[in-house]
């Protein structure tokens, strides 16, 4: 099993930057994938980005050229760089992780974005 703790969220204005971190408890090597969603309110969670272990990297469109996603092995941490926030970049932000035992969930972080 291995828990995730997400951190980074926050207020921020629109056009501005924040930074995820999404810290594992333990090595992140056998993870064949991690990733975030994010969940807006009345709407279904959605994928925002993700990374493989071989680090192949998958974007929601809506964040194509705006975000990146990483993951660190040295720090067992995953981020997700976002730029060019925008207002409907509003949302609980999850991170995830999936190996052959199952998926794993952290707590969530608030990212608002205002206009």
């Known amino acids: 099993q291995v828990h995730l703790v997400e951190s980074g969220g926050g207020l921020v204005q629109a056009g501005g930057s924040l930074r995820l971190s999404c810290a594992a408890s333990?090595?992140?090597?056998?993870?064949?994938?991690m990733g975030w969603y994010r969940q807006a309110p009345g709407k279904q969670r959605e994928l925002v980005a993700a990374?493989?272990?071989?680090?192949?990297?998958n974007y929601a469109d809506s964040v194509k050229g705006r975000f990146t996603i990483s993951r660190d092995y040295a720090k067992n941490t995953m981020e997700l760089q976002m730029n060019g926030l925008k207002p409907e970049d509003t949302a609980v932000y999850y991170c995830?992780?999936?190996?052959?035992?199952?998926?794993?969930w952290g707590q969530g972080t608030q990212v608002t974005v205002s206009s």
């Open positions: 995830f992780a999936h190996e052959y035992r199952g998926d794993y």
């Open positions: 990374i493989t272990s071989g680090g192949s990297t």
């Open positions: 333990r090595s992140i090597l056998s993870l064949s994938s």
